[in-house]
């Protein structure tokens, strides 16, 4: 298994804030544009990967991706996906703990999951990364 060096991404981008406090004299920069925009990219890949085999994530967030010491991001926590291969969808059917805060309102609906409640998932995500890892719906 491939050493993630700089831990999950929500975790990175939070120890990246401005105002993070670490106990040092100043806090690590916080990413580029062009390096948040780069990992955006390389999550997108991956979950097209996903989607062309036929399996739907269902736990898409920051806190599942994974950031090398490059600053690479690959996807983790495979804990929730299912193969979708039949029928291109996969229902819910038992009542289990989910991430209310990245699913689509289909699935939260309908406990049906596929490729574009994925895609609801990555949105999610890119908010996470242009707020620095902020709790999504946070009141």
Not at 23 to 49: C, F, N, R, V
Not at 80 to 97: L, S, V
Request: glycine letters at 6%; one cysteine or more; proline letters at 5%.
């Amino acid at each position: 298994m491939e050493l993630m060096a700089n831990g999950d991404l929500k975790s990175y981008l939070r120890r990246h804030r401005p105002d993070y406090e670490n106990g040092e004299e100043s806090s690590p920069q916080p990413p580029t544009l062009k390096q948040i925009y780069q990992m955006a990219i390389e999550i997108a890949d991956g979950m097209a990967y996903l989607s062309a085999k036929k399996f739907v994530h269902r736990d898409l967030a920051a806190r599942n991706c994974m950031v090398a010491e490059d600053l690479t991001v690959k996807i983790g926590d495979f804990g929730m996906t299912r193969d979708i291969y039949e029928t291109d969808y996969y229902r819910k059917g038992t009542k289990g703990f989910l991430p209310v805060r990245w699913m689509a309102p289909e699935s939260l609906k309908d406990g049906m999951f596929s490729s574009s409640s994925d895609v609801f998932s990555y949105g999610v995500v890119l908010w996470e990364m242009a707020t620095l890892a902020s709790q999504p719906y946070q009141v």
